[in-house]
Every structure is written in structure tokens, then in C-alpha cells.
């Protein structure tokens, strides 16, 4: 009774902000309440350019120097039957993948900051939905990853390159990019979460990426790789994305293939963004 | 008034078995300034982590404004701010970024946010770094920082685990007077402290802990009175001789309230219970023996005496670093007030 009564009180206190506390949860406030997270991630990411070419710096540095290495190899009559007109044209979806999965370990290296810099704890103590702190970071992780695709397709055409599928091509070979980093940041936040280690995060990602790039059709054409590397490689989500990309690149429309790896994204999502709630639940009770 | 926090025998086991809160009760009613005393490592955090709904309980209940903290967090974090011991705030952002960000996460319009971080800002004198990148502040500027951004929303209940620490006098002082505002503006504070002039001049009540356990609570006045009362003391004039000082012990002893005098060179002071009332007592016994008062004195015990009693030791204050002992060095040598 008493209790009740404290409860009123509280709610009728001159600096009580009714604004604050709803009688219901709304989707309204989810999306205010994540859209202030992502715009709190995204100054972060803005405000600091360094960090988005920092991550960009090797995948340019492969775009430059591998279309250079197997620059003959697109000349070769295998190659060439395949349909693709230079190394180049087959290697800008490689670059692509391996952008927005580089920049997924930033992700899980900008939650442990947060946890470090208690901003973590700021979020926590506030009254909103937990699923806005994810919300909110996964969106401005894919706003980083289409900026960044963006600007690997922009060097990609000034290298020679062009999109059969033209700018809707582009735009389908980002999303598609920024999709699948976005489940693959998941996995890097499970790491952050579980490591609370900055470093230990980064060299987690690293470990776990580039193995599934070289064991996928990132480098080489599926009919030129070793018979059992292919089959590996037909287990490799990587392949897929990679694959639908490569046919909006050079060939047209595929929206099959689309629809494909997109269901297969949504498949390893579904471990990894699940991994990624559990972990940030265990790590914030 | 009625409570506005309750707490039943809360227990904290973390997983390496450290007790850091064994079996404490007590209640905070709505409006007042409750705090909490006690070492580095006497529970404080771990009982405020708790109570904002950062830490699961072992065991015991934990109510805020009558919402349990397991069952309604939600509830309790519509209605509180908090800062933590340790600074929380995003070193991209300007310091103003950082306060409007706090006022949406608490629901507010980015306009009201906007408002507020200005007026807040101007309080704590960080107008001119307010657009400017928190990564570039100096240590205290971001401690004040991190202390505003608990006040954006106004919450009706503040929790402010050691909240001083670690500021310049200045900043204390400033923080001091607005938390006194906010008192009388009806917030109840919950804090905690290592200092006993800011346990001594801002809670309306305290408890002291130490190793988990509360050992002590109760009204500032009634603690210090809990540890002997006070102490008036009389000089007489240089090169009085030992028999005048003899007379004058024993014409101050054996009155209501009054306990064994003692004498050193030529003064006596004798411990009573309540230093106002009884000086005109012994004032008028001297007079009435005819013993000359060159002068009169009193004391009244600190908080710092009250901690050593209850727990047998003084504030450990060596690992808390040069700032807070030096801080500390200031407090003792004002400690007893005259």
C-alpha cells in the first residue's frame, strides 16, 4: 500500500519528465532511442576519417597489387572462357567482401572501447530497449561498410573497371557486402564480448577472415581451383556473396543467385547476431 | 517521508567468491541525502551497481521507488541518474554531444537536451569546452563531465558513487552547492564517499561500511555524539601556578553532563555532552572560585573519529593517490572545529 502510493509520488515529483517514461513500449521510441545510438556511431565514425581509411588500407592495397599479380591470368584462355573480360572485372567483388569484413572487426573493437570507456554503462543505466545499443551499431556498421564499399567501386572504375548491371548492380553488390559484414560483425562482437580485449578481437578476426577468403572463390575462378578447395569452397558463405556480386559485375541481373545469398547471410546471421545478443546480455547483467 | 530505497540483507558473492556486500539492510527516504562511508573496497560500488540495476544481487531485496531490481529494472531506470566512480563518457563527442545524447537516452527532445546541457554546462564551467572534443579534456573537466551527464534528465533519485573524487576544491565546492539545491528542490541522493567533511556537510544521514558490513548508521550529529561528546577546554594565564589549576579541575568537575577533567600546562578540559550548554555552567563555577580565564574553547568529535571507533582503523587512504590525500591532509588540519 505504502509502496504504491511512493510510486505516485515519484511520478508526480516536480523533475520528473513524463517524456521519459511512456506507460508503454513503443516502436516509435525503439526507433528514437536507436536512431540516437546510430547517430552517435555514425559522428564517431565521421568524425574520424582515419579509422574509416585505416581499415580500407589493405583491401585497396590487394585491389592495387593483386589485379597486378594475376594480371595475366585474366589473359589466359581458362580465364577467359569463363566470361570474364580481366582479372580486374573478376577481383572487385573479392575486394568488395573483404572490405566490409575488415570493417567488422572494428565493430567488436568499438564495443569493447565502449565497455572500456563505460559508455557501455551509460547506455545501460538508461531506460532504454536493449536491442537500440545493437540496433543502433549495426546500423552505423553497415553505414561504414557501404561508404567504404563505395569507395573501393569508385578506385575499381577509375582502374579500368565497369558494372554490367550499372549503378542498381552497384547498389546490389553493396548491400549484398554490407549484409553479409554486418552478420560477420556479429561474430566479432561475440569475441569483444566474451574477451573484453581489444587486441584479442582484432587478432580473432583476422584468423577467422582470411582463412575464409583464401577457402573460397575469392582468388580463383571455382573451375580453376583444386577439386577439394572447390568443395570447401562451396561451404564457404564467402563464396556465395562473392558469386552473386561477381554476376551483377559481369554478367547482369541474377536475382536467383540474390535471393540465394542472401538466404544463406540470413542463415549464419541468424548464429551470429543471436551469439552477439546472448554475449551482450551475459556481459551487461 | 516514505522510503524511497529499501534494502534486506543484500548479499554480493562475486564469482571469485569475494564477499563485497554481506548482508546489509537499510532504507533511504524520499528527499534525503543518504551516504554511504567506507574505504576503497568496503561494498560502496557494488551496492550502488546494484541498486541502478548494473549488478545482479547474490541474494536479499533491493527495492527502488517499491520496484524490486530484478523484477522492474525498467522502472527504477526511468527514475534515476547515476555516475559512476568510473568516468563514462565518449572522448569523439564535444562535451556538449555527450550531455544531449544523455538527455534522448532518458527520452528527452533534443531540443529540451539542448537547453538543459547549456545550462548544466555553464554551472560547471565547461561552456568553452562545450564544443569541443571530450578526448581533449583535462582530467577534471571530464569528471565533471561524466557528473552533469547524470543530471541532464533531472531524475527524481541521484546516485553518485564517489562523486568528488579526484575534482579540484573549486569543482567540489560547486558540486557541493548544487547538490544541495537539487536536495531542496526535493532529490534524494543517494552517494558515496571516502571523505568525512563531505559525508559530514551534505547527508541528511549515513552509514559507514567497511569489509561488506555495515557497522554504523545513523544522523551525522547523533554518530558524532555516539563516539563521547564534546570537549571545552579552559586556559588559564601563562605562569599560573599548579594550585590554581588543580582548583580550577576541580570547580569544572561534577556538574550534570560533565565527565573526569584532565589538565595539561596551565588549561583544563573537561569532556561534557552537549559544549553549548554547559559553558555557562562552567564559566559561572570558575567565576565562583575566582579563577582567571584567559580562554575558553570547545571541540565537538569529527566523523573521522566516529569511522576509527566503528571499525577500529583509520581511513585507509594510501591507495587512493595524491589528490585525495591531499585532500585529506586539508580536511584533518580543519578536522576539529572550535
Known sequence: ?285 | MSELIEVEQLTKVYPDGTRAVDDISFVVKGGEVFGFLGPNGAGKTTTIRVLVTLLAKTSGRALVAGHDVDREPEEIRKLIGYAGQFIGIDIDLTGRENLILQGRLHGMSAADAGRRSELLLEMFGLTDAGNKRAGAYSGGMRRRLDLVQALVHEPPLLFLDEPTTGLDPQTRNALWRHLEELRAGGTTIFLTTQYMEEADRLCDRLAIIDHGKIVVSGEPAELKAGVGGDVVTVALPEGTDVALVERAKRAVAGFPGAGEPTTFDHSVAVPVKDAGRSLSEIVRRLDEEGVPIAQLSFTTPTLDEVFLKYTGERMRVEETGHAQSSMFASMRSSGRRT
Not at chain 1, 182 to 194: E, M, T
Not at chain 1, 223 to 251: D, E
Open chain 1, 1 to 285: 500500500m505504502a509502496r504504491t502510493m511512493q510510486t505516485t509520488e515519484v511520478a508526480e515529483a516536480p523533475h520528473y519528465r513524463p517524456g521519459a517514461a511512456p506507460a508503454g513500449y513503443t516502436v516509435t521510441r525503439l526507433i528514437a532511442e536507436s536512431t540516437a545510438i546510430f547517430g552517435r556511431n555514425l559522428k564517431k565514425i565521421v568524425r574520424i576519417p582515419m579509422m574509416l581509411f585505416f581499415s580500407l588500407f589493405q583491401p585497396m592495397l590487394w585491389l592495387l597489387l593483386f589485379t597486378q599479380i594475376f594480371k595475366k591470368l585474366g589473359q589466359f584462355p581458362q580465364f577467359q572462357t569463363l566470361g570474364y573480360s580481366s582479372y580486374l572485372m573478376f577481383f572487385v567483388p573479392s575486394v568488395l567482401t573483404m572490405t566490409t569484413l575488415t570493417s567488422a572487426f572494428q565493430s567488436g573493437m568499438g564495443m569493447v572501447a565502449d565497455l572500456e570507456q563505460g559508455m557501455l554503462d551509460k547506455f545501460l543505466i538508461s531506460p532504454i530497449h536493449r536491442s537500440s545499443v545493437l540496433i543502433g551499431k549495426v546500423m552505423a556498421d553497415a553505414s561504414r561498410m557501404v561508404m567504404q564499399g563505395a569507395l573501393i567501386l569508385v578506385v575499381a572504375v577509375l582502374m579500368g573497371a565497369r558494372i554490367k548491371t550499372g549503378i542498381v548492380g552497384a547498389v546490389v553488390m553493396l548491400v549484398l557486402a554490407a549484409c553479409f559484414g554486418i552478420v560477420w560483425a556479429g561474430l566479432s562482437n561475440i569475441v569483444a564480448l566474451r574477451t573484453k580485449n581489444s587486441e584479442m578481437t582484432m587478432m580473432i578476426g583476422i584468423l577467422l577472415t582470411f582463412p575464409l577468403l583464401f577457402l573460397s572463390t575469392a582468388m580463383m575462378p571455382a573451375a580453376l581451383l583444386p577439386s577439394w578447395l572447390g568443395t570447401v569452397g562451396k561451404l564457404n558463405p564467402v563464396t556465395y556473396v562473392i558469386n552473386t556480386a561477381r554476376q551483377f559485375m559481369n554478367f547482369g541481373y541474377a536475382w536467383a543467385e540474390l535471393g540465394k545469398a542472401l538466404g544463406i547471410i540470413a542463415v549464419v546471421g541468424l548464429f551470429t547476431l543471436t551469439g552477439a545478443t546472448r554475449a551482450f546480455r551475459k556481459a551487461t547483467s
